[in-house]
T-cell receptor
């Protein structure tokens, strides 16, 4: 069972360049999320999607955009990367929008912006 | 807005001893609380949750957590820690569609 697949595993990106982090789930979950993990700050929500066709902003959305064209895919795009976007990015999903549903996480993408 | 605090950056215990990882929360409504564990270079794995009912919640790998409404706490516990429990632990609270995490506590269990 794959669960959530993130690609690439890691990437070094020059400042000013654009990049799309890919996320695919095979669990048919309605809700999907993007978090970034930084030392001492835990995980912070960037964007989320309650269902295909809808997206919403999290705590730290600036500099990022998402789309949700279908249930399975939730790509995260950095239009013009900056060094402060160096982080580990995690995609997650949950099987409903109810508050008692746990999130399932991918293994992350480690991004370094130089 | 909801939030959680994990007051300890690190917890060190000897194998076989009890393990406690502390968490306090703040929510405007009913709390929906979760614990996750993260091993190196991996995503977070769900351990347990509190929604309603018994204050003592049992989860995966022998972990349990005690919900205390008066102290707004949700501490993670394990009666006898293993070296393999060494990892990063996150407490989280969910409100609406958003799950908010604490900063994490690194647990080291020495043999």
């Amino acid at each position: 069972t794959a669960g959530i697949t993130q690609a690439p595993t890691s990437q070094i990106l020059a400042a000013g360049r654009s990049m799309t982090l890919r996320c695919t789930q095979d669990m048919r979950h309605n809700a999907m999320y993007w978090y970034r993990q930084d030392l001492g700050l835990g995980l912070r929500l960037i964007h989320y999607s309650n269902t295909a066709g809808t997206t919403g902003k999290g705590e730290v959305p600036d500099g990022y955009s998402v789309s949700r064209a279908n249930t399975d895919d939730f790509p995260l795009t950095l239009a013009s990367a900056v060094p402060s976007q160096t982080s580990v990015y995690f995609c997650a999903s949950s099987d409903s929008n109810t508050q008692n549903s746990p999130l399932h996480f991918g293994n992350g993408t480690r991004l370094t912006v130089t | 807005a909801q939030s959680v605090a994990q007051p300890e950056d690190q917890v060190n215990v000897a194998e076989g001893n009890p393990l406690t990882v502390k968490c306090t929360y703040s929510v405007s409504g009913n709390p929906y609380l979760f614990w996750y564990v993260q091993y190196p270079n991996r995503g977070l794995q769900f351990l347990l949750k509190y929604i309603t009912g018994d204050n003592l919640v049992k989860g995966s790998y022998g972990f349990e957590a005690e919900f205390n409404k008066s102290q707004t706490s949700f501490h993670l516990k394990k009666p006898s820690a293993l070296v393999s429990d060494s990892a990063l632990y996150f407490c989280a609270v969910r409100e609406d569609y958003k799950l908010s995490f604490g900063a994490g506590t690194t647990v080291t269990v020495r043999a």
